[in-house]
């Protein structure tokens, strides 16, 4: 006989799943090199925080204050009552309740999704907080469910890994600079006017975004075995986009969007496989 439930919750999360692959083949491409357990639980977060930033970057002729509004009162009514008839929604307060997701890593990365909607230019203590409620703490959500309940290992591994999201989103401000700032007004890095953006100021942001990695990788290697593979493969792709970065002129940068082929990512999945299994990764 069926299991109606189970059913619905595996609906749910196949959703999220589906939303991944769609949207991010670098993400799945290291969910899928992450233990199977892991597999749906970090599926349904990334659906998640797809959704919530699609709503404040593509919806430009709705109403998006009303629409993330409505998202987040769903959003934690799901919560609460550990049900939801939006599959992503559903499929998120799985993993919430199981992996005990504190709501404040929640409110933090929705404050960051309300931050997108009414600021085009950030100050250092601004460009602070959406960083952490935008990256890190989707991390911290992450980190949560590859220590399956075990709260030392949690604390001891949480700086990396703000670290590692703060990381991949000052990457992504630095390939995405172009698009920000013409198709919505947006300059994330403080004290940057995109007009002047020269080497000096691009320098300057490399080394803090190098300094974010260095400490990074430290938590990487004390992951719980299940997980460490599949972060070093997205941590090896960012750090293959920014070294890409790196060599790049400004002018380009501000001309272009820097991606990595698929071909690439495929490589990186095949020199980080060896290493680890060889005990050189």
Same mark, same amino acid.
């Given at each position: 006989?069926?299991?109606?439930?189970?059913?619905? +919750?595996?609906?749910?999360?196949?959703?999220?799943?589906?939303?991944?692959?769609?949207?991010?083949?670098?993400?799945?491409?290291?969910?899928?090199?992450? =233990?199977?357990?892991?597999?749906?639980?970090?599926?349904?977060?990334?659906?998640?925080?797809?959704?919530? +930033? !699609?709503?404040?970057?593509?919806?430009?002729?709705? +109403?998006?204050?009303?629409?993330?509004?409505?998202?987040?009162?769903?959003?934690? %009514?799901?919560?609460? !009552?550990?049900?939801?008839?939006?599959? &992503?929604? =559903?499929?998120?307060?799985?993993?919430?309740?199981?992996? =005990?997701? !504190?709501?404040?890593?929640?409110?933090?990365? *929705?404050?960051?999704?309300?931050?997108? *909607?009414?600021?085009?230019?950030?100050?250092?203590?601004?460009? %602070? $907080?959406?960083?952490?409620?935008?990256?890190?703490? &989707?991390? *911290?959500?992450? *980190? %949560?469910?590859?220590?399956?309940?075990?709260?030392?290992?949690?604390?001891?591994?949480? =700086?990396?890994?703000?670290?590692?999201?703060?990381?991949?989103?000052?990457?992504?401000?630095?390939?995405?600079? %172009?698009?920000?700032? $013409?198709?919505?007004?947006?300059?994330?890095?403080?004290?940057?006017?995109?007009?002047?953006?020269?080497?000096?100021?691009?320098?300057?942001?490399?080394?803090?975004?190098?300094?974010?990695?260095? $400490?990074?990788?430290?938590?990487?290697?004390?992951?719980?075995?299940?997980?460490?593979?599949?972060?070093?493969?997205? /941590?090896?792709? /960012?750090?293959?986009?920014?070294?890409?970065?790196?060599?790049?002129?400004? !002018?380009?940068?501000?001309?272009?969007?820097?991606?990595?082929?698929?071909?690439?990512?495929?490589?990186?999945?095949?020199?980080? /496989?060896?290493?680890?299994?060889?005990?050189?990764?």
């Amino acid at each position: 006989m069926i299991d109606q439930q189970k059913l619905f +919750d595996d609906t749910a999360l196949e959703c999220s799943k589906i939303i991944t692959q769609r949207y991010s083949t670098s993400f799945t491409l290291g969910i899928r090199t992450l =233990h199977q357990k892991f597999h749906m639980p970090i599926y349904a977060i990334y659906g998640f925080v797809r959704y919530a +930033d !699609e709503i404040v970057d593509t919806f430009h002729d709705k +109403d998006k204050q009303g629409l993330l509004k409505a998202f987040t009162q769903d959003t934690y %009514k799901a919560i609460e !009552e550990g049900i939801s008839l939006n599959p &992503v929604l =559903h499929a998120f307060q799985l993993i919430v309740n199981r992996y =005990h997701i !504190e709501r404040a890593l929640i409110a933090a990365f *929705l404050k960051s999704m309300e931050m997108d *909607l009414d600021f085009t230019t950030y100050n250092d203590s601004r460009y %602070k $907080e959406y960083i952490y409620g935008s990256a890190e703490v &989707v991390g *911290l959500m992450c *980190l %949560k469910v590859f220590c399956e309940g075990d709260e030392k290992e949690y604390d001891r591994l949480k =700086h990396a890994a703000c670290k590692l999201g703060s990381a991949f989103q000052k990457v992504n401000f630095l390939r995405d600079l %172009k698009s920000d700032y $013409e198709d919505r007004g947006r300059v994330y890095f403080p004290g940057v006017d995109f007009r002047t953006f020269d080497q000096t100021i691009k320098s300057e942001i490399e080394a803090d975004i190098e300094q974010d990695f260095e $400490e990074a990788l430290i938590g990487i290697r004390q992951l719980p075995k299940g997980a460490m593979f599949g972060v070093k493969i997205a /941590y090896l792709y /960012y750090r293959k986009l920014f070294q890409k970065i790196k060599n790049l002129s400004p !002018e380009i940068i501000t001309q272009k969007r820097i991606r990595i082929p698929n071909s690439r990512k495929m490589m990186l999945l095949a020199g980080t /496989y060896l290493g680890y299994k060889t005990g050189l990764g």
